[in-house]
């Protein structure tokens, strides 16, 4: 299984985006698939996470309100659609993939990632 994300740009505040993470094949067994992010000049954090079935998500403190995880297991693809966007959501968003009986929420439960998409937030 591989996964690409897309959809990353240039948005001004205020603004909406959504990302896009398919899978080349389609996961097996339980599993979450999760968004994080690599704000220039930090470490990469989470962002959000949601399971198999689109049953449980997860989300960070920081996006909750604003951001969506959603799932089309017909198309192995996960979506975030990024509301509201501010300065600081400005990073290289990354999609991944985790096998764990917990709601993975660090960076270390992943296994399977994807390349990055920049999404730029501007004043």
């Known amino acids: 299984v591989q996964l690409q994300a897309s959809g990353g740009g240039l948005v001004q505040a205020g603004d909406s985006l959504s990302l896009s993470c398919a899978a080349s094949?389609?996961?097996?067994?339980?599993?979450?698939m999760g968004w994080f992010r690599r704000p220039p000049g930090k470490e990469r954090e989470f962002v959000a996470t949601?399971?198999?079935?689109?049953?449980?998500?997860d989300y960070a403190d920081s996006v909750k309100g604003r951001f969506t995880i959603s799932r089309d297991g017909a198309k192995n693809t996960v979506y975030l659609q990024m509301n509201s966007l501010k300065l600081e959501d400005t990073a290289v968003y990354y999609c991944?993939?985790?096998?764990?009986?917990?709601?993975?929420?660090?960076?270390?439960?992943?296994?399977?990632w994807g390349q990055g998409t920049l999404v730029t937030v501007s004043s």
């Open positions: 991944a993939a985790a096998w764990h009986r917990n709601i993975p929420s660090r960076e270390e439960m992943y296994t399977l």
């Open positions: 949601i399971n198999w079935s689109g049953s449980v998500t």
């Open positions: 094949g389609r996961p097996f067994g339980s599993y979450f």
